[in-house]
Each structure stands twice: as structure tokens, then as C-alpha cells.
């Protein structure tokens, strides 16, 4: 059988350019201090780069996928409650691992790109990892195809996660209403996950839905305005450096401390062996003993 679905990322190139400047345009008007010229121009760059090298990491991951079908426990069919299902299986997924990618250093050494941005507006969606699907991310979605999920189906979904994402990225919107807050991921939700404050540090982990967060209690709403960016901000714009700087940071750290090679891999973001930094559990801790 013969099982083809058109790339919506790559069609919808135009339309994030054209949102993007209307964006601009808007938030101008509306002297909303959103976008910074060298920053938006780094998103963009990341964005552009993250759909270059998809080339190779979108073939990794469908042979991944593949493979496991091959031993699939059911085959299911295109029928509509089978979209449902892996929607819902997908935005599980996703949020697991989003939530893992903000707990286990390795995998935040990717994911740390998205959130390297000081400034939240629809290019800041664009600003993308070149690493994560080469170094693994996928894995949290394996049991997709194990269970009858045709790859391309499940990549189709992951696409359609990447799309809604877009949109939640402004601070143009302040709220949806009250039911449609309850139930779905939305700017306001988003804009606490992109915060730096020690409040909001790694919550609202939501794909689409965000009962995901409220059921697994990493959910908070949105108060006080948000500081973006991370905790200890990177002020660059190259976008080799963003791509890339915290495996750097890990390499240092392992090459100065073997003996604590496990820990700097896979420990929690901002673990250190003689407390010199803070993750932010110890953050959060520190701020509700001086309440």
C-alpha cells in the first residue's frame, strides 16, 4: 500500500513568514516590546536550520519507527477513532517528553535552544533544535508503532503538534476562553513554560492539551508578567553557538570532572557536584524557605 501525507511544515513556511510580519507590524502598534531585530533574525535562522538538517533526522527516526512496526502488536487502520487515538498517544508523548527534556540534561542540551530567546513572539516558535532528533528524542514516542501506529502517521501528528504550537507563541493574546483554557495549551499556558522565574521554571509542559499538566501536576497559571529566557542567559546570536552551547557546557564539565560523568549527562539541568549552580528544584526550594 502506497501511504503518502504532504509535509505540512515545509507548506507552511510562507504562512510563519507571513504571521511573523504581521506580528511585528502589530505589536508596534500596539507598543508591545516583543522583537528584537539580531533575535528574531536567530530564531529564524535556527528555524531554517532545524528544517535542514530534518532531512537527515526525520529519515533516523522513521527507520526507528519502522523497525519497531515490524513487530507491531496490532496493524491499525486509517479509520477516524485511530487518528484520535494517536493524537491523543502523540500529546502524551510529547509531553513526557517535554517534561524530560527539562529534568535530564542531556536531552535539555537540545531543547535549552527553544528557550534561549530573551524576547516571545511567533519567531521565537521558529527557534528550533538542530539536535534533537539525531540525538534521540523519538524514543519517547516508540511505543506508538509498537502498538499499530503506521510511522508516517505518527510523523504526520508530529507535524500537526509542531503547527497548533506556533500560534501560542505571542504576547498578542492575553486569554481563551475560560473552557477552551481548561482543556488546551494557549499563550498564556506557554508563556509561563518560556518563563525564567523561579515561580514558573519548568511547568505547562503541554503539546496541544493541557490537561496533561493539570493531571500530572506540573501545571500553574499565568500571574505576574513573564522574564523570559533561561536563568543564566547566553547573549548570543550566532546560531551555531545557540545550537550548540550547552553540549559544550557538558563536554567542559565531564572533561574537568569524570568522576562525576553520569551526573553531568543525565542529572537534572543545573546539577553540580559542589553546588556552585542551582537546578531548579533547589530554585524553587530556596525561594519558599525565604517566604
Not at 84 to 89: H, T, V
Amino acid at each position: 500500500m502506497d501511504i503518502q501525507f504532504p509535509n505540512l511544515i515545509h507548506h507552511a513556511i510562507p504562512f510563519f513568514v507571513a504571521f511573523v510580519l504581521l506580528e511585528i507590524v502589530l505589536t508596534a502598534w500596539r507598543r508591545i516590546p516583543t522583537y528584537q531585530a539580531k533575535d528574531a533574525l536567530s530564531s529564524i535562522a535556527m528555524g531554517l536550520g532545524n528544517v535542514g538538517v530534518g532531512f537527515i533526522s526525520k529519515a533516523l527516526i522513521f527507520g526507528a519507527y519502522s523497525l519497531v512496526y515490524q513487530f507491531r502488536i496490532f496493524t491499525l487502520d486509517f479509520s477516524w477513532w485511530m487518528w484520535i487515538l494517536l493524537f491523543l498517544g502523540d500529546d502524551l508523548s510529547y509531553y513526557w517528553f517535554h517534561r524530560t527534556s527539562h529534568n535530564v540534561r542531556y536531552f535539555w542540551a537540545s531543547h535549552i535552544v527553544h528557550h534561549s530567546s530573551q524576547n516571545y513572539n511567533l519567531a521565537t516558535a521558529l527557534r528550533q533544535t538542530w539536535t534533537g532528533g539525531l540525538t534521540g528524542s523519538f524514543i519517547f514516542y516508540l511505543w506508538l508503532p509498537l502498538l499499530g501506529f503506521h510511522p508516517l502517521a505518527i510523523l504526520f501528528m508530529h507535524s500537526i503538534s509542531l503547527l497548533y504550537q506556533f500560534w501560542i507563541h505571542t504576547e498578542l493574546i492575553d486569554r481563551m476562553p475560560r473552557w477552551f483554557e481548561y482543556i488546551f495549551n494557549t499563550p498564556s499556558h506557554h508563556r509561563v513554560h518560556h518563563s525564567s522565574d523561579t515561580k514558573y521554571l519548568d511547568r505547562n509542559h503541554a503539546g496541544i492539551l493541557i490537561i496533561w499538566d493539570r493531571m500530572f501536576g506540573t501545571f500553574i497559571k499565568e500571574e505576574e508578567h513573564p522574564n523570559y529566557g533561561l536563568t543564566k542567559n547566553i547573549h548570543s546570536f550566532n546560531p551555531l553557538y545557540i545550537a550548540t552551547h550547552e553540549w559544550i557546557a557538558i563536554f567542559q564539565d565531564i572533561r574537568k570532572y569524570p568522576k562525576y560523568f553520569w551526573s553531568y549527562l543525565f542529572g537534572p539541568p543545573g546539577w553540580s557536584h559542589d553546588g556552585s549552580r542551582k537546578t531548579s528544584a533547589q530554585l524553587r526550594a530556596e525561594m519558599q524557605d525565604s517566604e
